[in-house]
T-cell receptor, first 113, second 115 residues
Framework: KQEVTQIPAALSVPEGENLVLNCSFT??????LQWFRQDPGKGLTSLLL?????REQTSGRLNASLDKSSGRSTLYIAASQPGDSATYLC????????????FGSGTQLTVLP | GAGVSQTPSNKVTEKGKYVELRCDPI?????LYWYRQSLGQGPEFLIY????????DSGLPNDRFFAVRPEGSVSTLKIQRTERGDSAVYLC?????????????FGPGTRLTVL
């Protein structure tokens, strides 16, 4: 059974800093890995989707990488802003699990002005 | 265009009561998913529909939970004899196809509180 872990659970950084969020998964047989953002009391917003054949995806100040062999993904946020404050969740779709996403518990990010 | 919508946004009920939660997916999306999120945790998969049929219901916790999608669009999650442990945010998502290249788009969720 796939398990997804995110460390740290919470992170606080000053505005302008570059930062990395970590995600690890136990089963390397994944179809894709997605990063989501969740604001308090809101649903999830998809940020990046990396297919199993890809190594990374970029969107604006965000860059996500995927290393299936080590069971790791990272989300890099450049020049962080207070508006980036939210909970970031990673999720994997594993082979043999239909289309269900297995989520980590998230990293709560606070960017201080 | 319109995103995934869920109603109600909040539902408070008493232990033992029956509740229905509704999800309107993005128009044209064939795949629909239900997840449940407890405080401080990531969402957990409940059930996935492809068209009108439940392709995977392995995440439903017990037989008190049931979901339907009779016309391949709107879906209703039904919970009988609610328990306090059912309190959570219930999230619905849809995707154009169930293929792994397709992003799942999430609704804002229904917060269920069982007193």
């Amino acid at each position: 059974k796939q398990e997804v872990t995110q460390i740290p659970a919470a992170l606080s950084v000053p505005e302008g800093e570059n930062l990395v969020l970590n995600c690890s998964f136990t089963d390397s047989a994944i179809y894709n890995l997605q990063w989501f953002r969740q604001d308090p009391g809101k649903g999830l917003t998809s940020l990046l989707l990396i297919q199993s054949s890809q190594r990374e995806q970029t969107s604006g100040r965000l860059n996500a990488s995927l290393d299936k062999s080590s069971g790791r993904s990272t989300l890099y946020i450049a020049a962080s802003q207070p508006g980036d404050s939210a909970t970031y969740l990673c999720a994997a779709i594993s082979s043999g699990s239909a289309r269900q996403l297995t989520f980590g518990s998230g990293t709560q990010l606070t960017v201080l002005p | 265009g319109a995103g995934v919508s869920q109603t109600p946004s909040n539902k408070v009920t008493e232990k033992g009561k029956y509740v229905e939660l509704r999800c309107d997916p993005i128009s044209g999306h064939t795949a629909l998913y239900w997840y449940r999120q407890s405080l401080g945790q990531g969402p957990e998969f409940l059930i996935y529909f492809q068209g009108t049929g439940a392709a995977d219901d392995s995440g439903l916790p017990n037989d008190r939970f049931f979901a339907v999608r009779p016309e391949g669009s709107v879906s209703t999650l039904k919970i009988q004899r609610t328990e306090r442990g059912d309190s959570a945010v219930y999230l619905c998502a849809s995707s154009y196809t169930p293929w792994d290249t397709d992003t799942q788009y999430f609704g804002p969720g229904t917060r269920l509180t069982v007193l």
